[in-house]
């Protein structure tokens, strides 16, 4: 196939590994790509902001199936444009990717599907909010209704930081105040045709910026999967997938069509295993960033085949999909002052060495190349993938890649996956 993927992060380069890696000769295209997909795929100079340009260059060129990767061309409409024009495409449209665009709108889906999540307030001032933390008590939990590039939620213990986070972002519109849920997060992906749902395999991220789960919230610092603490809970991990499929993901594609906004893509939930159970943080239209680069390394089943099925409303033909039982680990490489003022343009060193080590990969998150050099573009640069039988070894190897690599004033976390190790 003549697969066009849109965005430039790790997470599609992840999904472009993905694709090369199969027995299948796909020509890979991507827009705007970056410098470790460029390595593997064609960059293709098209603006996957722009529905008309996306579709034009689609039907020019010839392509058979279009992954949207990111939120933003969600969101703007580029899948409904394509889908227009009868051009099989991986991604949601405009109305269904405010499931991600809007925490309110996906809230009041939560409801209608009665979906098991926390309390929220739709506070569109301060005085709204001010009450609202005052309901819920601390810690508090403030959330932009909008995208905000991971930038939109706070959790904290101090009052005046929580109203202060909210004066940031009412400009642009409400924000949500939620309860605080306590246990560990899991992150789990549904592939959905608007009808037919197939779950992935459940995966743990690594929001904050340093070691100990301290620093500020990120847009993720590492993450890891399998995750054998869930079958202590919920008997296996079979278990703990089934019963998220049962009470989440399907009632809300059934609540999506009735909705009118059948949902066709990736559906990820953000979940929280709380001591009443099993409970929805938030949702996302597409896939999580930086779980898809330990997700897709274990997926034994094609990739294409399975995003066209979702796209082409095929999903009930295909089998469960099927993961391989190693143990994979991401760490990521962050530019220095990331997340708040990330120092970018500097030169990075000994990729290629890192990935002489056995099990281990790259993905690029924002790279680009300047002559030879190979160089930072934004706060969180790499993310170095080791696969191992166990997790000790997965670790061991992700963190022996990591010390190859050189990256002035660079940061990353020591502790990714340590408790399951």
């Not at 293709?44 to 933003?72: I, R, S």
């Not at 051009?87 to 979906?115: T, W, Y």
């Not at 409400?174 to 605080?180: A, G, K, S, T, Y």
Request: glycine share 10%; with cysteine.
């Amino acid at each position: 196939m003549k697969i066009l993927v849109l965005g430039s992060g790790a997470r599609e380069h992840a999904i472009v590994l993905a694709l090369c890696a199969e027995d299948a000769p796909h020509e890979i295209l991507a827009a705007p790509g970056n410098a470790g997909i460029g390595e593997q795929a064609t960059i293709v100079d098209v603006d996957m902001l722009d529905p008309g340009a996306v579709t034009g260059f689609a039907q020019e060129h010839g392509v058979d199936l279009v992954v949207v990767g990111p939120e933003a061309p969600l969101v703007a409409g580029v899948a409904d444009a394509l889908r227009e024009r009868g051009i099989p495409v991986f991604g949601p449209g405009a109305k269904a990717a405010q499931l991600e665009g809007s925490k309110a709108f996906a809230k009041r889906i939560m409801q209608q599907a009665d979906v098991p999540t926390g309390r929220a307030a739709h506070a569109r001032d301060l005085d709204e909010t001010a009450e609202a933390l005052d309901e819920f008590g601390a810690p508090y939990v403030v959330k932009a209704d909008g995208l905000a590039s991971g930038k939109g939620v706070i959790v904290t213990d101090d009052r005046d930081a929580a109203l202060a986070h909210a004066a940031a972002f009412l400009p642009q519109g409400p924000v949500l105040v939620e309860e605080f849920l306590s246990g560990p997060e899991v992150s789990l992906f549904f592939l959905s045709d608007g009808d037919t749902v197939r779950p992935l395999t459940p995966a743990q991220d690594f929001k904050r910026a340093l070691d100990g789960d301290e620093g500020p919230n990120t847009g993720g610092m590492g993450a890891y999967t399998p995750l054998p603490w869930l079958a202590e809970r919920f008997g296996s991990v079979a278990g703990f997938v089934d019963e998220v499929t049962r009470t989440v993901a399907e009632p809300v594609v059934r609540a999506m069509d009735e909705d009118g906004s059948p949902f066709i893509g990736l559906l990820y939930a953000g979940l929280i295993v709380t001591d009443a159970g099993v409970r929805v943080i938030e949702f996302n239209a597409r896939f999580g960033d930086p779980e898809t680069q330990v997700v897709l390394p274990r997926l034994e089943t094609p990739l294409s085949r399975l995003l066209m099925s979702a796209a082409k409303g095929t999903l009930e033909d295909e089998p469960a999909p099927a993961f391989s039982d190693e143990a994979v680990v991401t760490v990521v490489l962050a530019s220095e002052g990331y997340p708040a003022a990330p120092v970018t343009g500097r030169e990075i060193t000994g990729v290629e060495e890192a990935e002489g080590i056995e099990g281990v990969h790259v993905a690029h998150a924002a790279t680009a190349r300047v002559g030879q050099r190979l160089v930072a573009t934004g706060g969180r640069v790499l993310n170095v993938v080791a696969r191992g039988a166990t997790f000790a070894e997965a670790r061991q190897r992700a963190y022996a890649a990591m010390d190859r690599i050189s990256l002035e004033g660079a940061h990353f976390r020591t502790d990714i996956a340590a408790r399951v190790a």
